[in-house]
């Protein structure tokens, strides 16, 4: 029998890509997702890849009656990806409540669930966010965790005590929580990728938003700080790497390898690219030209961060494989297929 795990937010940009990955390893894959930042579509992209059309349910996880309605209608569910969030870090400034009720109301409604319904195994987005600006660097699991800049950082930070806690409570349930640093590109099938809707908040949609026509030019926001070429740094890793961590992260829960019932991973390839790098790889990886111009800082970025990942390759047997060059590509190949380019 095939182990059963449960997708929240599995039409999102993670999410297809793990969904994917884990149909490949031969997991029964449920997705629930309200498509509030995703399209129906992105589930043909998945059969497209995998020859498999996952069940799919149109549901708000914070409706706690339409959840209870999945987990009967399932039946025994083995485990838990859970990557439904809102995580636009400019409107949660601007929306805070929004936030704090979509990410931790739905985090809690699926930790009662797993209780109600006996799923024992957890695995939780988490971000690199929780980190702030680190005195050291990189930044190991263990690197304290700062205050946050945005109520969408708390909603991560507050997430992970809530798991945190429920694991200490429960003997019966286990969970990791993953720190991904920046993931970016997409499937290089191109049946699935990253969807921003509007302008992008994030570096690579934006490049490759401007290299395809579709905005002037790419700022690049401050080349005045303490970085070598004075933008800001950032471990950025690629989209199928990070779908394949939470495979290997789940497999270790569902076959007891964990070594205790609350983990954390730090889920990077564990090296420090500016931003003036990333449009640099960029265009040498496409053959395009990104048109940008240096403009002020933007509020609340941190100045450089990069992961110290050796303790997910260590026991997760987890690496990166995909380099930034060929990540940008795919990116770009992403890019002009949406665009019939
Ligand atoms: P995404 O917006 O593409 O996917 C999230 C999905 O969750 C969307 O399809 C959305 O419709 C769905 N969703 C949101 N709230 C829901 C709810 N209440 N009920 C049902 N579905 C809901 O985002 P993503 O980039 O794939 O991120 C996935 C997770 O990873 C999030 O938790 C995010 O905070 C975290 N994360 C993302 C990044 C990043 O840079 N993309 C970095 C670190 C952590
Ligand atoms: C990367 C770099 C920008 C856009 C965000 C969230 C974080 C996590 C990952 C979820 C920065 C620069 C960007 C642009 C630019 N998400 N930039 N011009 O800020 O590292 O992290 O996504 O958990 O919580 O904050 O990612 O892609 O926005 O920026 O110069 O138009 O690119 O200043 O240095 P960031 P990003």
């Known amino acids: 029998m095939k182990n059963k795990v449960i997708v929240t937010g599995g039409t999102g940009y993670i999410g297809s890509h793990t969904a994917v990955e884990l149909i490949a390893d031969g997991f029964d894959v449920v997705i629930i997702d309200n498509l509030y930042n995703s399209d129906i579509t992105v589930l043909?992209?998945?059969?497209?890849?995998?020859?498999i059309k996952p069940r799919f349910y149109d549901y708000d996880i914070c409706d706690r009656i339409k959840l209870n309605e999945v987990f009967i209608a399932e039946g025994k569910v083995d485990a838990i990806i859970?990557?439904?969030?809102?995580?636009?870090?400019?409107?949660?400034?601007?929306?805070?409540?929004?936030?704090?009720?979509?990410?931790l109301v739905s985090l809690m409604n699926l930790l009662e669930m797993m209780e109600q319904h006996g799923t024992s195994a957890l695995v939780f987005s988490s971000s690199c966010t929780?980190?702030?600006?680190?005195?050291?660097?990189?930044?190991?699991e263990s690197s304290p965790v700062r205050e946050a800049v945005s109520p969408y950082g708390y909603?991560?930070?507050?997430?992970?005590?809530?798991?945190?806690?429920a694991m200490a409570a429960r003997q019966m349930q286990k969970a990791i929580s993953l720190r991904y640093f920046n993931p970016i590109g997409a499937h290089p099938t191109a049946y699935?990728?990253?969807?921003?809707?509007?302008?992008?908040?994030?570096?690579?949609?934006?490049?490759?938003?401007?290299?395809?026509?579709?905005?002037?030019?790419?700022r690049v926001f401050g080349n005045d700080y303490n970085t070598p070429d004075g933008s800001c740094i950032r471990d950025y890793l690629h989209v199928v790497d990070l779908a394949k961590a939470h495979v290997v992260a789940l497999k270790r829960l569902l076959e007891g390898q964990n070594k205790a019932n609350y983990e954390v991973f730090n889920l990077g390839m564990g090296k420090g690219v500016s931003v003036l790098e990333a449009i640099a790889a960029f265009e040498r990886a496409t053959g395009e030209k990104?048109?940008?111009?240096?403009?002020?800082?933007?509020?609340?970025?941190?100045?450089?961060?990069?992961?110290?990942?050796?303790?997910?390759?260590?026991?997760?047997?987890?690496?990166?494989?995909?380099?930034?060059d060929e990540a940008m590509e795919t990116a770009w190949r992403w890019e002009k297929k949406i665009r019939n380019k």
């Open 130 to 140: 929780v980190y702030g600006q680190p005195d050291t660097l990189p930044v190991t």
């Open 44 to 51: 043909d992209g998945i059969q497209a890849i995998t020859g």
């Open 290 to 324: 990104v048109r940008y111009s240096v403009t002020a800082r933007r509020p609340g970025d941190i100045e450089k961060i990069w992961a110290d990942p050796s303790l997910a390759n260590r026991e997760l047997k987890w690496k990166t494989e995909i380099t930034l």
């Open 82 to 103: 859970h990557f439904a969030a809102y995580k636009a870090v400019g409107e949660s400034v601007r929306k805070p409540l929004e936030y704090y009720r979509n990410n």
């Open 155 to 165: 909603t991560k930070q507050i997430g992970e005590i809530i798991i945190r806690d």
């Open 192 to 218: 699935i990728g990253e969807l921003p809707h509007g302008v992008p908040e994030n570096l690579v949609p934006f490049i490759t938003q401007t290299a395809i026509g579709l905005r002037d030019e790419l």
